[in-house]
């Protein structure tokens, strides 16, 4: 009887180890999605919050002429320290997703850019 128990025991410290291990995963992916899935900070100043939102026209509007003046802008601010590198990427991915013709998707993006920026 001895040995059935400590066989139990043993089963029932690896699937501890297993749920436990099982679970920092889970964890460990949920944090690498979260982080992969924000968007970057802007952290932009009322000038290029202005740009910011002549993009978005631009953009909803199918403008290209508006969209190459605001980009002409951001990277202006870019240089300037007032938007950061990875903020600055995901503008030009707008940019790009409009360019390749999908004017609304670009909208959305920059939207949820915008729309998760901390307060």
Same mark, same amino acid.
């Given at each position: 009887? =001895? #040995?059935?128990?400590?066989?139990?025991?043993?089963?029932?410290?690896?699937?501890? !180890?297993? *749920?436990?291990?099982? +679970?920092? /995963?889970?964890?460990?992916?949920?944090?690498?999605?979260?982080?992969?899935?924000?968007?970057?900070?802007?952290? =932009? #100043?009322?000038?290029?919050?202005?740009?910011?939102?002549?993009?978005?026209?631009? !953009?909803? *509007?199918?403008?290209? +002429?508006? /969209?190459?003046?605001?980009?002409?802008?951001?990277?202006?601010?870019?240089?300037?320290?007032?938007?950061?590198?990875?903020?600055?990427?995901?503008?030009?991915?707008?940019?790009?997703?409009?360019?390749?013709?999908?004017?609304?998707?670009? +909208?959305?993006?920059?939207?949820?850019?915008?729309?998760?920026?901390?307060?």
């Amino acid at each position: 009887m =001895a #040995s059935n128990s400590s066989a139990n025991e043993n089963i029932s410290g690896r699937n501890y !180890l297993w *749920a436990l291990l099982l +679970a920092v /995963l889970l964890f460990s992916g949920y944090q690498t999605w979260r982080w992969y899935s924000t968007p970057p900070n802007l952290g =932009a #100043s009322s000038e290029a919050k202005k740009t910011l939102d002549g993009l978005f026209t631009a !953009l909803t *509007a199918h403008d290209e +002429a508006k /969209l190459a003046t605001c980009m002409e802008r951001i990277e202006v601010h870019f240089a300037e320290g007032k938007l950061s590198e990875k903020a600055v990427n995901e503008l030009r991915n707008c940019s790009k997703m409009a360019k390749a013709d999908s004017w609304d998707k670009a +909208a959305k993006r920059l939207y949820w850019i915008i729309f998760e920026q901390p307060q």
